[in-house]
């Protein structure tokens, strides 16, 4: 039987062996491995592609704008 690192190690190598420098790209594989289903994340990406958002809850908002940023900065 295998061990978890083996499996680990065989689904690295059949799901392509990707490495990313991108820090926004780690935020959303870690968010959609350990929080939020992909479909989820897609379901929002269809919500907002090219629009201009006008935020109900101007704390969220400000929160969001200083993650993002944090993100940008890394």
């Known amino acids: 039987m ?36 992909a479909g989820t994340v897609e379901e929002v990406m269809c919500q907002t592609e090219g629009k201009e958002c006008v935020y109900t809850n101007g704390f969220l908002a400000q929160y969001a704008q200083d993650v993002a940023n944090r993100l940008n900065e890394i």
């Open 2 to 37: 295998k061990s978890s690192e083996e499996k680990t190690k065989a689904l690295r190598e059949r799901s392509g062996t990707i490495t990313d420098k991108n820090k926004s790209v780690e935020f959303l594989y870690v968010l959609m491995r350990d929080h939020v289903p």
